[in-house]
């Protein structure tokens, strides 16, 4: 059989994948998600990306609500549904309602995950699906003088439970009931349940379904990443985010603060949207850290592979002079470095040709990250580097991107203008263009 560009594209993104599986084998994910998941046609779908994750050594908590089922069943019975900042006010007909509706829901869920069909993606699967009291919950109480009655809090978490459960190979089926002490049972809010699990079991991610593809700006771009810091202020109005984002928000602000390495906001209309945000890159939602993805720093002598990587392609294409690895060796401590997530993604190397001049050489920046604003990050980097050594003047050679500096205050030069040792390794045959920036 031939090569065709799929089996290209296959084997490429199948590469791609591999340092994400690496990664997260043996780490703990808790993924919740609402009642309109389970009802969406994208449901079973879900399942077979939860049995991927399973196959893949990841250990998985579900976390599942059942708000429109409850509705449903209240609707059948005549009852009314009275919410009170963001709880429903649970009665004893509304406990019953709420009962039968996340017993249904907590059962299809099972079913799904039981699946093995030959010529399914879920055909040889092998997954044990375990429930139970993981969950204390406890009364809210009485709010601005109403009584919530069985509308709960999570009162406590067995981690511990849990944790055994997911060394068995075990995925953990958790629902928004919480028995108490005392014997009676509370409705939960599944996003609080999902937020104190993943807090108390020291979850690597925290992972929510919306009914939105994530955080939103005003203008309804898509925020792909956010601080903590930046989620409070979000929070302060955001009017226009969905129902389940403004629900899910402080629960994802608590969890990062509290020691959830990562928290993911991704729609569950989207086919795949699970394995598309975990499984590259970009992602598909917004993701939430206590700090910033991006990080700023000197390259250290581990990263000549990473910086290899990163600047091949653009040698290839003649963009720029090859750099051998023992070269990058040597060099090592010239170079600056911007990660996202971890990964190397751009960098720039200062070059010292006498005491007030320099030449900031080798800006380089990953295809799909060019326009996320990192080459002038990386540019003033270099500039505050040049500035702490005393450089006056800074200098750049390039064949393809004079109009990006002269956008950001470099001036058109000649050869002739060159330090001295650098005008005579001038390559002729390139033609860059020497551009000049005071500092």
């Known amino acids: 059989m031939s090569d065709t560009p799929y089996d290209e594209h296959f084997v490429s993104w199948f590469r791609a994948v591999t340092p994400y599986i690496n990664a997260f084998r043996g780490k703990t994910f808790v993924i919740a998600f609402g009642g309109k998941a389970v009802a969406s046609e994208f449901a079973k779908t879900l399942a077979y990306d939860v049995n991927l994750l399973v196959s893949l050594g ?192 402080p629960c994802a602000l608590r969890a990062s603060r509290l020691g959830v390495g990562r928290v993911h906001l991704i729609g569950f209309e989207q086919d795949g949207a699970l394995l598309r945000e975990l499984f590259t890159h970009d992602g598909v939602g917004t993701v939430v850290t206590r700090e910033s993805l991006e990080s700023i720093r000197e390259a250290k002598p581990d990263d000549i592979g990473a910086l290899i990587a990163l600047i091949e392609p653009m040698e290839a294409e003649g963009v720029l002079v090859h750099r051998p690895r023992e070269l990058l060796a040597r060099e090592i401590d010239r170079f600056s470095t911007i990660e996202h997530d971890g990964i190397i993604v751009g960098c720039a190397a200062l070059y010292a040709h006498s005491e007030e001049e320099a030449e900031l050489a080798c800006l380089a920046v990953s295809q799909e990250h060019r326009e996320w604003g990192y080459g002038e990050q990386l540019m003033k980097r270099i500039e505050r580097r040049a500035k702490k050594a005393g450089v006056k003047r800074l200098f750049v050679l390039t064949t393809r991107t004079e109009h990006w500096f002269v956008e950001r205050g470099f001036k058109l030069g000649t050869v002739d203008d060159l330090p001295a040792r650098k005008r005579d390794m001038y390559n002729y045959q390139r033609r860059s263009k020497v551009l000049f920036k005071t500092l």
């Open 58 to 249: 990841i250990r998985l908590v579900l976390v599942h609500g059942a708000r429109p089922q409850i509705e449903e069943e209240l609707r059948e019975k005549n009852l009314e549904s009275i919410y009170h900042r963001g709880y429903r006010v649970t009665d004893a007909e509304a406990l019953d309602c709420v009962l039968d509706a996340v017993g249904s829901v907590y059962l299809e869920i099972e079913a799904m995950l039981s699946q093995g069909l030959p010529n399914t993606p879920m055909a040889n699967s092998r997954i044990r699906v375990i429930g139970g009291n993981f969950i204390t919950g406890q009364p809210i109480g009485i709010l601005d003088g109403i009584d919530m009655q069985y509308a709960g809090k999570v009162r406590k978490v067995d981690a511990e439970g849990i944790n055994a459960q997911l060394g068995l190979g075990n995925i953990v089926l958790l629902n928004c009931e919480g028995p108490s002490p005392t014997g009676e049972i509370f409705n939960l809010q599944m996003e609080e349940a999902a937020e104190a699990v993943a807090v108390a079991i020291r979850a690597d991610k925290l992972v929510y379904l919306t009914d939105s593809r994530g955080v939103t700006d005003p203008a309804g771009e898509l925020l792909d990443a956010m601080t903590a810091d930046e989620v409070a202020e979000t929070m302060k109005t955001g009017e226009w985010l969905s129902t389940d984002i403004r629900r899910y928000l």
